[in-house]
């Protein structure tokens, strides 16, 4: 548990919490006292506390590493943002997602702590605050719930990091901000709380969010062949078309050949 408020007082304490003896024990300070943060637990052991306000919207990225209970500065975002979503991906990268500073983002921002770097991904579909994000079994972004200046969402999006490309998924049966996400071993992701009341709903996503973007694409005498999830616009062919899987097919005129989604 890092940072956060209690009551008037803005918290830079940190506490461990040990599942297997059920004790929670005060660790080092973090360098910067603020709330509204995100938290994330990276690949090479560390925790990265992100953003958050103090008196002012943050950028401020700090490193902490529970081997050595210490606290080191890193380069900070490459914008303010407040109750934003942060997780980190099979690529070993962390991901900052929407949030608030004056309006409500939908950007993304990519941070490499092997580099100590930061550069901005593509834009999520809706623009939110106090969404929740977790990381599929599979390596891909889920973003879940939100608020968006005017409702209460039901929203769920997917970001897949290796082809920098979002896709609207099924929404939850339930709208909600402020809400937990979490990923389990079961490959599920749970969405749990919020201010939508105390109940839990839990979804199971697609394997994965493997896109191959193919416009104005004309095939005249054979067939064409896109694989895994593909994605197919303004397209000509023959003879038909076939989707298997979570193919998406938009306005595709069928002439002489022949499409396959596979």
């Given at each position: 548990a890092i940072g956060g408020i209690n009551g008037s007082d803005i918290l830079n304490t940190v506490e461990e919490y040990d599942p297997q003896t059920d004790i929670w024990t005060t660790k080092s300070s973090m360098p910067t006292a603020r709330y509204q943060l995100g938290v994330a637990a990276s690949s090479n052991g560390k925790l990265y506390a992100i953003?958050?306000?103090?008196?002012?919207?943050?950028?401020?990225?700090?490193?902490?590493?529970?081997?050595?209970?210490?606290w080191t500065t890193r380069a900070s975002m490459l914008s303010t943002r407040i109750n934003f979503g942060v997780t980190e991906t099979d690529n070993g990268k962390l991901y900052a997602i929407g949030g608030n500073d004056s309006s409500y983002w939908n950007t993304v921002e990519e941070y490499d702590p092997q580099m100590d770097s930061w550069t901005l991904r593509a834009n999520m579909p809706t623009g939110r605050e106090q969404l929740g994000v977790s990381t599929t079994n599979s390596g891909w972004i889920c973003a879940i719930g939100g608020f968006d200046g005017n409702f209460n969402l039901e929203t769920v999006e997917g970001y897949d990091p290796h082809t920098n490309t979002?896709?609207?998924l099924t929404n939850m049966p339930t709208s909600r901000?402020?809400?937990?996400?979490?990923?389990?071993?079961?490959?599920?992701?749970?969405?749990?709380?919020?201010?939508?009341?105390?109940?839990?709903?839990?979804?199971?996503?697609?394997?994965?969010?493997l896109f191959f973007h193919a416009l104005n694409i004309r095939v005249l005498d054979g067939n064409l062949s896109l694989h895994a999830n593909s994605e197919v616009n303004n397209s000509t062919s023959a003879t038909g078309i076939t989707i298997n899987g979570a193919g998406k097919v938009e306005q595709v005129l069928i002439t002489d050949g022949g499409i396959t989604i596979g």
């Open positions: 953003g958050g306000v103090y008196g002012e919207n943050l950028s401020t990225v700090e490193e902490y590493d529970p081997q050595t209970d210490t979002w896709v609207t901000i402020g809400l937990g996400t979490a990923t389990a071993n079961n490959g599920k992701i749970y969405a749990i709380g919020g201010s939508d009341g105390n109940s839990v709903e839990e979804f199971s996503p697609p394997p994965n969010l």
